[in-house]
């Protein structure tokens, strides 16, 4: 997910402004109450200051600097887990906002009608937000353009790069008409042009549920996070009445001795909150959603926090897919010469097949050819022209080959069964070791 | 201190462990129902009672059906020992012509003995007839033993099976238990008790003349009655409840160092074994190992904590000029010596048993101190015979759970996940001692009826009424002495807390039970938390530790804590 890494770029002390923020509207009550350790602190906090104030009048059970010190660390304690949690929250919301954005400046391509001829389309089209695209609306994309929304081709053939949503490395071919035809927002052309209509209302794609899954994911509690509030909820209520009954304990002890005083009340609060795991407590939620963020960072969406605890819970991981998981581009790693051909003179011919190749899977062997063995090759994109003799044939969803013809020469490169075929149609001989190496490979 | 007396707490703990490995795998092959060697004479009896109390020993229960008639069977036990012990006048074997007993006092007693407890707010030769003490206290004694046993074999299956309700019969648990274990060991042990001269008798109490007369008192009575019978089982079954009212130190009860040694083991022997019983059931001796060496650290801890505090003796009678070389011998017995009574006062208060040799009251404070927080941390020191290895199961989920937290993978004991029910169940059972323990100690010391009670002055007598509720709030029923707790106001509270800290843990247990029972039971892989290493030992010593001292340094404070430090500056209570 390209579109997540984004969040570094947005200024953390605007984060930390809102969690600041945050954390003072999160004293609210109505929302302690939900974490009861962190609920039993602000009580406590609320009576310290209320003994703070009634020892300002001149009524203190203890001297008034002591009940306003504890009264301090009390707040501070409160609004410390309270903030925590907000900035865990906050970089939570940041990765929607910039999901969100991402989805804004997608442009989409809008057309009144189907042209059946790219360069119609080019002039026919006009730019609009993506979020302003409805169901229906027909949109186009060329190579390289990212869609911007879920829709159905109705014209055109083209490889897209869907690692993004389903996590097959290679690209995959999408046309018009059959079971083939739909597309996904969000996933990227790779080569060639469609002509797609819209088939989701705004606000319903696949990109918007992946909004609302990052944003939502914080509100449902975990089963082990349920459990382990049962356990700080009894902690809680131990503690408080061991607090509760040392009152009575030093009432007697006082009474019995004839000297001294019993305890008083700020001392029973503070003592209270040191016993109650308010540092558990008061993380709990930030640790729960430091936990999405994380993976997050490694761009896998955690659904909840539920799906954070089952990654920790992971063995081993079985997957029907091969190749490189979420990352869409396959790259050349090595040449394997066959048939007495030696690698440099492999190079040399793939990197010129390869030179119109905008995939990624091209670019990366001019790449290899260029670092193994230090062949410089001049990429050339389609529209440039080229070299005089040199005809290029670029790649393309159909052939799916590249190549170049000079001086009679031809050279291409492409899908192993495409190039066998025609090898075998142009009467050409085709080594034994080539399909075990294929098949090796 | 010379070297014998170094020696008899090692000498204690090796031979306690080398009896109860062999007791363990024999109570767990009664349990599974497998032959042993006392098949052939006890079965035909067992098969008699099934027989004619009509239950079918292959029929299973679910845990609320166990449930059910485990709280049943206990409510007839109460009603039948209340009704007993307020008309005992008219009932049999009553030569002393002993009135009926009060109702609060009744009340207190029955469900002492119902629980477990065995807290005595009577005088057992001066209250009771021979035939309460045979008839209602001792049947007690064996039937509350068995109950504890059968809750945690009930435990056990639910660990060890899977996608099932059934846990087991309550009647075949309860049966077996005594038929098996509690009746044949007390036998055995009455029979040892008898030749050291423990009395077994129906006189009346005999007036003798004293060998040497003191302040004019030339005679003496003495009283008599079947003590070797119901000691065998008190100790046995971690009741406690003493035949005569000085308990264990009364030489009808406990005449010979010899028989304070077999008492002594007899008092760890069956929860120590238990733990055997566990690894075998659950097919892995490492767990029980586990349990067993957690229990065995605490308890040696503080027992010689408890042996180097008596050893010091009292530096008030030092500085009287009083030779304190044989430690504090204040309310001690001399046949006993320190060590002894140091080992028995941890040893009964580890283990919920509550019998004494020497009294607790007159122990130094920090002698004390490390029996009452044996009682504080939950019981689960070896703990009751069953409840203290089922209270002690409860904190060895709570030290998964919070173990698997934090490295962050679902937590699970013996390949069942730990989820949020069984974490609410584990947190009542370690919640409700100590909410018991603290609001009762609380209430007693806020009205003008507990505080009444109290004998001696400082943090002495708050240590007497501290000790008293962690005693019935973890159904120890070892008593502090001191307090008067003979009155409505501690006859009532203590029995409520004695109810509540028995049946309110079993409740969750066996839900417990019930609900591991269902669960699949998941292989174990490389990320599973081994519960058997040096590590996991460590931790779980630290969970019980945690929870017990925060929970209670800030009340023994105010009590012991307090008062060794004023011993250090020479004042005594």
């Known amino acids: 997910m390209s579109g997540l890494t984004r969040t570094t770029n947005l200024s953390q002390n605007s984060i930390f402004r809102v969690a600041i923020m945050d954390a003072f509207k999160k004293l609210n009550p109505m929302h302690m109450v939900r974490n009861p350790v962190m609920f039993v602190t602000e009580i406590g906090s609320l009576l310290t200051t209320i003994l703070w104030v009634q020892a300002l009048a001149g009524h203190g059970e203890a001297p008034t600097g002591f009940i306003g010190v504890i009264a301090v660390w009390l707040w501070f304690t409160v609004l410390f887990a309270n903030f925590s949690e907000a900035l865990a929250e906050g970089r939570g919301k940041a990765q929607a906002d910039s999901l969100r954005k991402a989805r804004k400046d997608t442009p989409a391509k809008v057309l009144p009608v189907v042209y059946e001829n790219l360069e119609k389309a080019q002039k026919g089209c006009h730019i609009l937000s993506s979020t302003k695209l409805n169901k229906g609306d027909l949109f186009l994309v060329e190579t390289g353009d990212v869609l911007p929304a879920d829709g159905e081709i109705v014209f055109g053939i083209a490889s897209i790069d869907e690692s993004a949503v389903t996590g097959e490395s290679a690209p995959v071919v999408r046309e018009a008409g ?25 606000g319903e794609g696949f990109l918007d549920h992946m909004i609302t899954l990052v944003e939502g994911a914080k509100r449902q509690k975990t089963p082990n996070e349920i459990a382990l509030s049962i356990l700080l909820s009894s902690f809680t209520i131990v503690f408080l009445v061991v607090c509760i009954t040392l009152y009575p304990f030093s009432k007697y002890s006082v009474e019995v001795a004839g000297q001294g005083t019993p305890i008083s009340i700020s001392v029973q609060v503070a003592l209270l909150v040191c016993l109650i795991p308010t540092t558990i407590g008061g993380l709990l939620s930030a640790i729960g959603i430091a936990g999405m963020d994380r993976l997050i960072q490694h761009n896998v969406i955690a659904m909840s926090g539920r799906a954070v605890e089952a990654a920790g819970d992971v063995d081993v991981l079985l997957l029907d897919k091969t190749g490189t998981i979420t990352l869409g581009n396959r790259q050349a790693v090595e040449f394997t010469p066959v048939h007495g051909i030696n690698g440099k003179e492999l190079a040399e011919a793939a990197q010129l097949a390869s030179l119109v190749d905008e995939t990624p899977e091209g670019r990366s062997i001019v790449v290899l050819a260029k670092e193994k063995y230090g062949l410089r090759g001049q990429s050339l994109g389609s529209s440039q022209r080229a ?34 075929e025609m090898v075998i149609a142009g009467n050409g001989y085709i080594p034994a070791e080539l399909k075990e190496t294929i098949d090796r490979i | 201190m010379n070297w014998l007396s170094w020696l008899q707490f090692p000498l204690y703990v090796v031979v306690l462990l080398l009896c109860a490995k062999p007791l363990g795998g024999y109570m767990a092959r009664v349990f599974e129902g497998e032959k042993n060697c006392l098949t052939r004479v006890v079965s035909p009896l067992e098969k008699w009672f099934y027989g004619a109390a009509g239950i079918n020993p292959n029929d299973e229960m679910d845990w609320k059906v166990y449930l059910l008639s485990l709280l049943a069977f206990s409510l007839v036990g109460f009603i039948f020992l209340y009704l007993l012990l307020r008309f005992q006048s ?61 809750v945690l074999v009930a435990l056990i299956r639910g660990i060890v099976r899977q996608n099932t309700h059934r846990i087991g019969n309550y009647w075949v648990d309860l049966t077996r238990s005594v038929l098996y274990i509690l009746l044949p060991l007390s036998i055995l042990l009455a029979v040892l008790l008898v030749s050291q001269g423990v009395i077994q008798n129906f006189h009346v109490y005999q007036t003798v003349q004293v060998l040497d007369p003191t302040a004019g008192l030339t005679m003496q009575t003495l009283p008599m009655g079947p003590a070797a019978s119901q ?26 160092p010899l028989s304070n040694f077999v008492e002594m083991i007899s008092i760890l022997l069956i929860p120590a074994a238990l733990t055997y019983t566990y690894g075998k059931m659950v097919k892995d001796a490492r767990q029980g190992h586990t349990v067993l060496i957690v229990m065995t650290l605490f308890f040696i801890i ?80 070896f703990g009751g015979v069953g409840s203290g290895l089922y209270g002690m199961l409860a ?3 709570i030290a998964v759970f919070v173990a698997g937290l934090m490295v962050g993978r679902t937590p699970e004991y013996l390949g069942k996940k730990i989820e949020t029910f069984e974490m609410k169940m584990a947190a009542l059972v370690v919640l409700i001692p100590v909410l018991t323990v ?32 962690s005693s019935a709030g973890n159904n120890n029923g070892s008593a502090f002495a001191g307090l008067n707790g003979n009155t409505d106001f501690y006859n009532i509270s203590l029995g409520i807390a004695m109810f509540t800290a028995r049946f309110l843990l079993i409740i969750p247990i066996m839900a417990l039970a019930g609900s591991l029972a269902v669960k699949r039971s998941i292989p174990v892989s490389a990320g599973t938390l081994p519960t058997h290493t040096g590590l996991f030992i460590f931790w779980l010593m630290g969970v019980i530790l945690i929870v017990g001292a925060l929970s209670f340094i800030p009340a023994l404070a105010l009590g012991p804590i307090v008062q060794q430090l004023l011993l250090g500056s020479g004042r005594l209570f």
């Open chain 2, 90 to 150: 008219h009932l049999p074997l009553n030569p002393q012509k002993l009135q009926d007993v009060s109702p609060a006092l009744s009340f207190n007693t029955a469900i002492s003995f119902i629980t477990n407890t065995n807290w005595q707010n009577y005088g057992g030769e001066t209250t009771l007839s021979y035939f309460s003490q045979m008839v209602g206290l001792t049947v007690q004694n064996f039937l509350s033993a068995a109950s504890g046993i059968a």
């Open chain 2, 302 to 381: 503080l027992t010689a904590i408890s042996i180097y505090s008596e050893s010091k003796g009292n530096p008030g009678f030092a500085g009287l000029g009083l030779d304190q070389t044989a430690g504090n011998m204040e309310g001690k017995e001399v046949r006993f010596g320190f060590v002894n009574s140091a080992i028995w006062s941890t040893a009964t208060t580890a283990a919920s048993n509550g019998s004494v040799n020497a009294m607790q009251d007159s122990l130094t404070p920090l002698g004390g101190l490390a029996a009452m927080w044996m009682m504080q941390l939950g019981e689960v020191i």
């Open chain 1, 178 to 202: 059959g079971d083939r035809s739909a597309v996904t927002g969000g996933t990227q052309v790779l080569s060639d042009w469609l002509i797609v209509r819209v088939s989701t209302d705004p």
């Open chain 2, 438 to 469: 603290l609001f009762g100690t609380a209430v007693a010391l806020m009205t003008d009826a507990g505080k009444a009670g109290i004998f001696n002055s400082g943090p002495q007598g708050f240590s007497e009424v501290l000790y008293a509720f």
């Open chain 1, 387 to 420: 070299p005089s003799g040199m005809h290029f044939i670029p790649f393309t969803a159909q052939t799916r080959m590249s190549g170049v013809d000079y001086n009679g020469t031809n050279i291409r490169k492409g899908a192993p069964d495409t190039m066998i």
């Open chain 2, 395 to 397: 904190f060895v989920i």
């Open chain 2, 231 to 256: 000691v065998a089982i008190k100790q046995l079954g971690t009741n406690g409840g003493g035949f005569f009212n000085v308990n264990s130190a009364h030489p009808f009860e406990n005449p010979t």
